[in-house]
């Protein structure tokens, strides 16, 4: 059996329901950075990985496109 608190209602606190508590922020998306080819480079560098400047342009073009549509 569960139990039970019987409250009065001057103890009990409301607030109007607000979707926007209950739902992602769309917001933060839009105001993403572009990506640049520097911050690219640094990333591959740190992970080790081997580019070349195509693989990087390649790169950047597809992130922000990414970036863009969400």
């Known amino acids: 059996m569960k139990k039970v608190s019987v409250v009065k209602n001057t103890e009990v606190e409301v607030k109007p329901f607000m979707i926007d508590d209950f ?7 839009a105001s993403m950075k572009k ?16 580019y070349s400047d195509e693989d990087i342009t390649f790169s950047k073009k597809l992130l922000n496109a990414y970036l863009a549509k969400r």
């Not at 990506?35 to 081997?50: I, P, S």
């Open 23 to 29: 739902t992602q922020n769309k917001e933060t998306h």
């Open 35 to 50: 990506v640049t080819k520097k911050e690219l480079k640094v990333v591959a560098e740190n992970l080790g990985l081997d």
